[in-house]
């Protein structure tokens, strides 16, 4: 166990996307979709834990806090229908 408390996470919220106008039944199906296209919070959070896991200060480091932070924005999509770009295997997030 890491010695101590933490703070709890506190990530800016992001705005929902206004259409400008009423939400239709395409709107919904189309957002449903989109959603299940990129769904990547399983990936993300198992990259996340992978990652603390060869770390020193394990989900501490900065590294972590920002995988964290896609973590909490792509739970959000269904809210905000704001997407959360996953990075590549060439990509590295660090």
């Not at 010695?3 to 939400?23: K, T």
């Not at 060869?54 to 920002?66: D, F, P």
């Amino acid at each position: 166990m890491p010695p101590g408390r933490c703070v709890p996470a506190n990530y800016p919220r992001l705005p929902a996307i206004d259409i400008g106008r009423e939400v239709g039944v395409k709107d919904i199906t189309t957002h449903f979709v989109d959603f299940m296209k990129s769904d990547n919070v399983g990936l993300l959070s198992n990259y996340l834990l992978t990652l603390s896991d060869r770390l020193e200060s394990g989900t501490r480091e900065n590294e972590c806090i920002a995988i964290a932070e896609l973590i909490s924005n792509a739970l959000d999509f269904p809210k905000t229908g704001i997407k959360v770009r996953c990075f590549t295997d060439s990509e590295k997030l660090y």
